[in-house]
T-cell receptor, first 112, second 112 residues
Framework: DAGITQSPRHKVTETGTPVTLRCHQT?????MYWYRQDPGHGLRLIHY???????DKGEVSDGYSVSRSKTEDFLLTLESATSSQTSVYFC???????????FGQGTRLTVV | QKEVEQDPGPLSVPEGAIVSLNCTYS??????FMWYRQYSRKGPELLMY????GNKEDGRFTAQVDKSSKYISLFIRDSQPSDSATYLC????????????FGKGTRLHILP
């Protein structure tokens, strides 16, 4: 167990509404990531963070923003949700002595 | 050419068989190689990781890296129905700041 909690686990929202997903870790690691997983595309990196207020874009960042005001929390915001953002979202961390990523259980988001 | 290629399957094998899962890659800078197992509606969990070339064994699982061919494999011996899942390969460079690149995953079914 990597001590990662994602909330909510499931959400249905309407097109055009803002949505925020939360990733909380209990181990205070610097490196945190947001991925989305879609059939045929696998895991794609949305945004990542190397510490408080240190964030950057991944390969599919359009329509998403992130914030990291505390080490333990990494928030992903969809400013105005679209149907193309229907997906399963995973948060991941990397520990200081490891290259591997450890994942949360995911948030299943449906935009209708 | 995509950085990491993985056959999506599905791959169906009878219980007790040896399973071979494979990925190819194009970036010679990759040094760390990982395999994740993902059950339906769950987050990916790290199964094994290896550094550079060679083999690594853990119980019924063996990870193999051939950097000269840019080819990695995961072997599962004495496969069990509980091994039915999606297996994702992943790889990264030496630096922890390097992104982890994932294959799209292979769906595996072990038939009782």
């Amino acid at each position: 167990d990597a001590g990662i909690t994602q909330s909510p686990r499931h959400k249905v929202t309407e097109t055009g509404t803002p949505v925020t997903l939360r990733c909380h870790q209990t181990e205070n690691h610097r490196y945190m990531y947001w991925y989305r997983q879609d059939p045929g595309h696998g895991l794609r990196l949305i945004h990542y963070s190397y510490g408080v207020k240190d964030t950057d874009k991944g390969e599919v960042s359009d329509g998403y923003s992130v914030s990291r005001s505390k080490t333990e929390d990494f928030l992903l915001t969809l400013e105005s949700a679209t149907s193309s953002q229907t997906s399963v979202y995973f948060c991941a961390i990397r520990r200081p002595m490891n290259t591997e990523a450890f994942f949360g259980q995911g948030t299943r988001l449906t935009v209708v | 050419q995509k950085e990491v290629e993985q056959d999506p399957g599905p791959l169906s094998v009878p219980e007790g068989a040896i399973v071979s899962l494979n990925c190819t890659y194009s970036n010679s800078a990759f040094q760390y190689f990982m395999w994740y197992r993902q059950y339906s509606r769950k987050g990916p969990e790290l199964l094994m990781y290896t550094y550079s070339s060679g083999n690594k064994e853990d119980g019924r699982f063996t990870a193999q890296v051939d950097k000269s061919s840019k080819y990695i494999s995961l072997f599962i011996r004495d496969s069990q129905p509980s091994d039915s899942a999606t297996y994702l390969c992943a790889m990264s460079g030496m630096n922890r700041d390097d992104k982890i690149i994932f294959g799209k995953g292979t769906r595996l079914h072990i038939l009782p």
